[in-house]
Structure formats: C-alpha cells, structure tokens
C-alpha cells in the first residue's frame, strides 16, 4: 500500500477495497499517521472480521476486528496467552522482550498487578484529585491568549507528566524525562525519527534503565511508601524480582500512564472543533464533562491494539487459530461496530451507554489505571471550562507514526480570550 502520509481517506477506501482482501494487512503505521486507517477495518468487519495476514514486517498473524470477537479473545486468557509481549511488534530490550505483568498469564500477573494497584485505588484517587487540579489550574492560567501554541506540549504532556512523577516518587524536575522515556519505548527507529536507530534505542533505555534502579535502591532502604517504586521494592510478590522484570513493570507502568491520559487530552480538544454541535452542548451542561471524557476515550482509542498468542487451537468466528498463532485485537476497530455501537462514527457526548467501549481492555489486563486517566480528563475540563469559553484548533494535528499509540506529536490551538 502507498505510503500512508500521502494518502486522503478517499484514496485510502479506493486502494483498501480493490486490494484482494487476503491480501490487506492494517498493522502499518503510515495509515495511521495518515488517519487513514478506517477503510481497511471498515472492510475486514464487514467482509472478514476474523482476517488471517498471512506476509507481514511482524509476520503472520490474525486480526480480530469486532467488538464481539475481541471481547471474546481478551476474557479468554486460557487460550490467549499475553506471555511474550503485548504489541504486534517484538519489543526487544537487549536480550528478549522485557518482562510486565501485563505480558504475563495467572498467577504471576495477578500477584504483580495487585502489588500496584492501591496506588490508582478509589481512596488514593480521592487524595490525588485536589493535587491534580491545582496542577491543571496552573498549567491553565500559564498559557497564552489570542496565540498559537502546542497543546500537546503545554497541556497534555504537562500533566500527565506531573501525575506519573508523583505515581513513581520522582522530583517533579524530571517529568518530562518519564514523557520522553516513554516515547522512546513505543517509537519505531528510522531516519528523522525520535530515535533513529535501535542501538540508540537502546543507549536510551540504558539511562531509563540506570535512573529507575537507582530509585529502586533508595526505595528498598528506606520505609515503604505509597509510590510505585516503593510498593514494588517492598511488596512480598514483587521485592525479590529480576532487576529486567522490575524495569518491564516501570516500562509498563510509564506507558500505561503516560498514553491513554495524554492522547486522549488532546484528542477531545480535536473532537470537540470538528463537531462544534457537541462542543456547545458541553458549554451549556458541564455536567456532561464525564460523559464526554468517556466518549472520547472511545472515539481516540488511545492504544489501537492488543495481541496475543493462542496457547491451543481455537475457532471464531469460523476460523480455526491454531496453537502458536499471534492474535491482534484491534481495539481501534471494535470501538467503531456499529453492531454493538449505534452511530459509532459519530461523536457523541451525551450517548447512553458511554462507556461501553473497549479502549481499556476486558478480562484480567483490564486498564489497572483506568479511573485514574478518567480522573485527570475531568478535571482538566472542568478547570478549562472555568477559564475559556473556547479553545480552537488552528491547523492539523501531526499523529504519532505507530501501529499502537494512537496519538498526537502536536496539535496547534489557539485560545482566544479567557471567562
């Protein structure tokens, strides 16, 4: 397929639907980059929604791309197995992937994942909220009026790095390494690129790697504390782990908090410009902040996909995946079934059912931070809706080249006066 960058949608459809369908393989980043990936799932729900890639850069592989099917695939962890990795793409650190609890089956993901999860509990939540807003009041009344600016960087960058900062007891003066590291990590290598190369990929996450060991140590000598690292040096599943198994759950954990949070900040301010009906029944009800924020985790989709690998032969949708076989749910297509989701091109703030999507996963790898990314998306609309009676987007927004963050790199806004 041509390169994706300078395909329009239309083109995209054109070229999607005179391809033979055996033939169409949607793990490719320039269709996203283009945001031109829609016709190719449009086409496997409707024609092949259990769709066997047979020739791919990842190699062979099946695309399940139903909400359904997907549900189906993530709640089975018997037969789909999350060991190995969780993108369609190897994710090599030196020698194999690394390590997470996320890439891992019961019951050592379980005893991992609730090593961390009191730090994103309800109660913990409750005493975060007053920080969060005073952070997303501050980065608010810094930004400029009537000029153009990044919102990615100023906004959505800014407090997501804060948060994460504070998740994993780091000084506030090195969030934006955490927002780089993380970056690095789901990049793909090539020339004008973040990274360009896999070996400076790799001398990057040599300092990722050197920068959280050296946190750990400070951890495991001191008393415990209600930080990440903390828990994990001194949490009884977790405090006698593999150094590289340590740095795949911070790997995971930076990832995790730093995309779904970030991605979709910036995508409500681009959803809310292109349908300007839905942005004016949000000036008139605030209270439709949550719903909103929930309607926007579905139409950005913020990590498209999830794979697996079939631990036993098994039939859906009336093909047999066999033993071995890499499964990739896409996320990103499922969140658009009209099956399950009426209208589900359409942005729509005040839908019933709003979270009725699948953009956190189902089943045990379930988003274990997921009311913490709701938790920030609200408030920082709450506190914007208290300052701008509009914030514009001025120019197109440049989207992340990568098959699994479903980002943006800049998104130009101008705000034009303040309440």
Same mark, same amino acid.
């Given at each position: ?21 055996e ?86 993901? /379980?005893?991992? $994942?609730?090593t961390? +999860?009191?730090?994103?509990?309800? #109660? @913990?939540?409750?005493?975060? *909220? ?16 009537g ?49 360009e ?8 996450f ?12 400070e ?16 949490g ?11 740095f ?10 730093? /995309?779904?949070? $970030?991605?979709?900040? +910036?995508?409500?301010?681009?959803? #809310? @410009?292109?349908?300007?009906? *839905? ?53 990103v ?14 942005y ?21 931070g ?20 509009t ?29």
């Amino acid at each position: 397929m041509a390169d994706g960058n300078l395909l329009s949608l239309q083109a995209a459809r054109d070229e999607v639907y005179s391809a033979p369908l055996e033939s169409l393989d949607p793990a490719q980043p320039a269709l996203f980059a283009a945001d031109a990936h829609w016709p190719m799932f449009e086409r496997l729900r409707a024609e092949d929604p259990v769709h066997y890639t047979a020739e791919s850069e990842h190699g062979p592989y099946w695309s399940i791309t139903k909400y359904n099917d997907i549900m189906a695939v993530d709640t089975n962890h018997q037969v789909f197995s999350s060991e190995g990795g969780i993108t369609i793409a190897e994710q090599t650190q030196g020698d194999g992937p690394l390590p997470m609890f996320i890439a891992m089956d019961p019951p050592k993901h /379980d005893v991992q $994942r609730k090593t961390v +999860s009191p730090a994103v509990s309800p #109660l @913990n939540l409750q005493r975060l *909220e007053p920080l969060i807003r005073e952070r997303a009041g501050m980065i608010l009344d810094n930004l400029p009026i009537g000029e153009e600016f990044d919102w990615v960087d100023k906004v959505s960058k800014e407090l997501t790095g804060m948060t994460l900062a504070t998740l994993f007891g780091m000084p506030q003066e090195d969030r934006r390494k955490l927002i780089y590291w993380s970056d690095v990590v789901t990049a793909i290598p090539m020339p004008g690129g973040l990274v360009e190369t896999i070996e400076q990929k790799m001398q990057i996450f040599v300092e990722y790697h050197a920068y959280f060991t050296a946190l750990w140590n400070e951890r495991v000598n001191a008393e415990p504390t209600g930080d990440l690292v903390s828990m994990l040096a001194h949490g009884e599943a977790t405090r006698n782990m593999e150094p590289r198994e340590y740095f795949g759950n911070i790997v995971l954990l930076t990832v995790g908090g730093n /995309d779904t949070t $970030r991605n979709t900040i +910036s995508g409500s301010i681009l959803a #809310l @410009n292109r349908n300007p009906d *839905e942005y004016r029944k949000l000036k008139a009800d605030p209270e439709l902040i949550p719903s909103m924020v929930s309607e926007t985790i579905r139409w950005q989709t913020p990590l498209a996909h999830m794979r697996r690998r079939a631990l036993a032969d098994h039939e859906i949708g009336g093909k047999t995946i066999r033993k071995g076989d890499k499964v990739v749910m896409w996320y990103v297509s499922g969140n658009r079934d009209d099956e399950v989701i009426e209208r589900p091109n359409d942005y729509i703030i005040d839908r019933p059912r709003v979270r009725n999507h699948l953009s956190f996963g189902f089943g045990i790898h379930r988003c274990v931070g997921n009311r913490l990314a709701e938790l920030q998306l609200k408030i920082i609309w709450e506190e914007i809706m208290k300052r701008f009676p509009t914030i514009e987007v001025v120019g197109e927004p440049k989207r992340v080249y990568s098959t699994f963050v479903k980002g943006y790199e800049h998104l130009p806004v101008v705000i034009p006066a303040r309440n």
